[in-house]
């Protein structure tokens, strides 16, 4: 049913497919996958499949697309689209997706060096860097066993790169399996501008301390460029205190209203609001505890925030939420993004 509402959505915005990013069950990867190839005819665009699991009892928790309405380039690697290429708000533009290390057996370290290393080589092939990077997502198998290994290998690779916007790319890490079963699979957008105006720019968090305060190599937030204005990319935003300390232990609640106090103040210093919200990720350490967002959202007018649900760890055992999101200027959106439970929006 997914499938079919996906394809109903490109025919009806004539957009084609940059990345598609899929939280579901493992094991529901091959139907949905054959199902997309019927409806569609063939999936040849960047595809991350994480198993986040549903806060319902569906197979599949959502699925997120990131679409366009002119030329895209197709990039390939050992026989899989891995990256979309296209021109937008003067600036090339690629998204990556699907990237996962080539050898499972190595250390989890090697195994981050290696990915980064592929994505290297894909941005080379599209005819960027690594420095190009803007916008990650790392979906890291038993993250809570390793999370400091995957920091201390991000942070060694980043420590030798120039990025062109002289800030870190802006991120999510979380916790999720992969088909592969390697420990992680890898997402990401680069930005090479073609003009001088077209500069895509850290946005710092007004509530929160920069992440590198407390040993993570990322942005809290990312504005880059687009035809009718901007586009900002927030990294997973969870419940931490100024310093870097995680607030409200225990207390889910707590948690997700403080969470969207630091996305709103974000959102509000860049001159935008919830309503400008074109996709969003509310991740749960317990499927239990997504009535709680739900009702945030209800208490707070927003019933139609285009958010997906879904169970991941979050790189804290003491933080139960995490949300990451996407906004643009609300008088046009230069690109669609679709972002489903139940609907595309």
Not at 259 to 271: C, E, F, N
Request: aromatic share 8%.
């Amino acid at each position: 049913m997914l499938g079919r509402r996906l394809a109903q959505k490109l025919q009806e915005t004539a957009a084609t497919p940059l990345h598609l990013l899929v939280f579901g069950q493992v094991r529901a990867c091959p139907a949905f996958l054959a199902t997309l190839q019927t409806v569609l005819g063939r999936v040849n665009w960047p595809l991350t499949w994480v198993e986040g699991a549903a806060c319902d009892s569906q197979a599949i928790a959502g699925i997120q697309v990131h679409a366009f309405t002119g030329k895209v380039e197709r990039i390939t690697l050992d026989g899989q689209v891995v990256a979309s290429v296209f021109t937008e708000g003067g600036a090339r533009q690629c998204f990556v997706g699907g990237l996962m290390p080539p050898d499972g057996r190595l250390s989890r370290s090697e195994q981050t060096h290696h990915t980064l290393e592929k994505l290297q080589t894909v941005l080379q092939l599209a005819g960027f860097e690594l420095a190009d990077t803007v916008r990650t997502w790392f979906f890291l198998e038993n993250i809570l066993a390793w999370y400091d290994d995957f920091n201390q290998a991000r942070t060694k690779i980043y420590s030798g790169i120039k990025f062109r916007t002289r800030s870190l790319p802006a991120s999510t890490g979380v916790g999720a399996k992969n088909p592969t079963g390697t420990a992680l699979a890898l997402a990401a957008l680069a930005f090479r501008p073609l003009i001088p105006t077209a500069r895509a720019e850290e946005v710092a968090s007004p509530l929160q301390c920069p992440a590198p305060a407390y040993g993570s190599s990322f942005s809290r937030a990312m504005e880059i460029p687009s035809d009718h204005g901007c586009r900002l990319h927030i990294s997973g935003t969870a419940s931490i205190a100024p310093g870097g300390k995680t607030l409200w232990a225990g207390d889910v609640r707590k948690q997700v209203e403080l969470s969207m106090d630091v996305v709103g103040a974000i959102l509000r210093s860049r001159g935008l609001v919830f309503e400008d919200i074109t996709r969003a990720t509310a991740y749960f350490r317990h499927a239990k505890d997504a009535g709680v967002f739900t009702a945030w959202l209800a208490d707070n007018q927003l019933p139609n925030l285009p958010a997906v649900a879904t169970q991941c760890d979050v790189c804290r055992d003491d933080l139960l939420f995490e949300l990451e999101a996407e906004a643009e200027n609300s008088q046009a959106k230069s690109y669609p993004t679709l972002c489903s439970q139940d609907n595309f929006t």
